[in-house]
């Protein structure tokens, strides 16, 4: 069986919602970030096969089909938007791999775009006639008893799990911090947009300003939460005999999976999938190099630490989300990104895994 590499990854900025890219439409985020990922590794535009896309937001007409026209792809290029919220960047990585593996694609583009600034407006209609109902977040399982709002979820995982304010604060701010210490290598791996060449959002978060965050809801603070953000991030995924002549650095897909957890606690839900793509690939969690864990709460990143037994040293070590922002359909492809770059120049086994809202992880296991 073939397997795939990935040979270039490429992200915007991550710029939080209201600001630069407010603007712009889905296909204006992703489609330099697609080209900006042929252009490093010298494929044509017209080679690629297809295009997956995660997005959350339900902009609807399959974002993925414009971003393959805007960025002058051919015509007979789909597109394939997919929608598993916060899994869906890195669903379109393990998608691309399955493609490829199945022999129904050589080059493939994925990963995700997200626009908050630009979100559509959404609203529930009824047979009876009576007056639609908007709304902002969707239904994540049948049982509203069983879909807590996602900062209630968290509160709940950090008091089950005894993971305080004050240890929830400390990995936010250690996050800016190796955010900031990272900015220079960073810039290498985002694709200029509207001047914006870094993550805005990334500050020295200090102790005295985590303490004076907004509650949010419990120990979940403003300051131990991702911000709502604008941005999209791709790798370019090509099959074993294409990577064979590629001379630049590049990075073999080992394993990949999603898994249902318990609806109402998603934050836990990457743990199984860390654990299953871990179990194939017969890699021990201290054989990992580095490891990029998505990082929408504090407790969430810390509790998929503790429960897969992560060395805490490889996690995140150019900062996480919290210190860039969330934009939910690209979060899982942008620690994809992150993931290439960081194992192309320490080499070894990377893992990047996320939760989503509904009990859902997804992991990626890479080879450098």
């Not at 990935?6 to 991550?14: D, F, G, L, Q, T």
């Amino acid at each position: 069986m073939t397997c795939s590499y990935i040979i270039a990854a490429k992200r915007s900025a991550v710029v939080p919602r209201g600001g630069a890219f407010a603007a712009l439409a889905l296909h204006d985020i992703a489609s330099p970030v697609v080209l900006d990922c042929l252009a490093a590794a010298s494929i044509a535009p017209e080679q690629v096969d297809e295009v997956i896309a995660g997005n959350a937001l339900g902009a609807g007409g399959n974002p993925a089909r414009h971003i393959a026209l805007a960025a002058g792809l051919s015509e007979q290029v789909g597109g394939l938007t997919i929608d598993r919220q916060c899994c869906g960047g890195l669903d379109a990585l393990n998608l691309a791999d399955a493609m490829i593996r199945a022999g129904q694609a050589k080059i493939i583009i994925a990963g995700g775009v997200e626009s908050y600034s630009r979100a559509p407006l959404r609203a529930e209609t009824f047979a009876d006639g009576r007056p639609a109902r908007s709304y902002t977040q969707a239904r994540f399982t049948p049982w509203p008893d069983r879909d807590p709002a996602m900062q209630d979820a968290a509160a709940r995982l950090a008091l089950q799990l005894g993971i305080s304010r004050a240890d929830q604060d400390a990995w936010a701010i250690l996050s800016h911090h190796k955010a900031r210490l990272a900015q220079h290598r960073l810039s290498q791996e985002i694709t200029s947009i509207n001047e914006q060449t870094s993550d805005p959002f990334t500050r020295n978060l200090t102790p005295a300003l985590a303490a004076r965050a907004k509650p949010l809801s419990d120990t979940i603070t403003a300051a131990n939460t991702c911000v709502a953000a604008d941005g999209a991030a791709f790798c370019l995924v090509v099959s074993e005999d294409i990577a064979a002549h590629y001379k630049g650095p590049k990075a073999r897909i080992i394993s990949g999976c999603t898994v249902g957890g318990t609806p109402d606690m998603p934050g836990l839900a990457p743990v199984a999938a860390i654990k299953k793509v871990l179990g194939m690939a017969r890699i021990t969690p201290d054989q990992l190099t580095v490891s990029e864990i998505m990082e929408a709460y504090a407790v969430q990143a810390i509790a998929c630490i503790q429960g897969a037994n992560l060395r805490e040293d490889t996690i995140n070590i150019g900062g996480g989300s919290l210190a860039r922002g969330h934009p939910i359909g690209a979060s899982g492809a942008i620690n994809a990104v992150r993931l290439f770059h960081e194992i192309t120049q320490h080499g070894g086994h990377g893992l990047a895994a996320i939760a989503a809202a509904g009990g859902l992880g997804t992991a990626l296991l890479l080879h450098a």
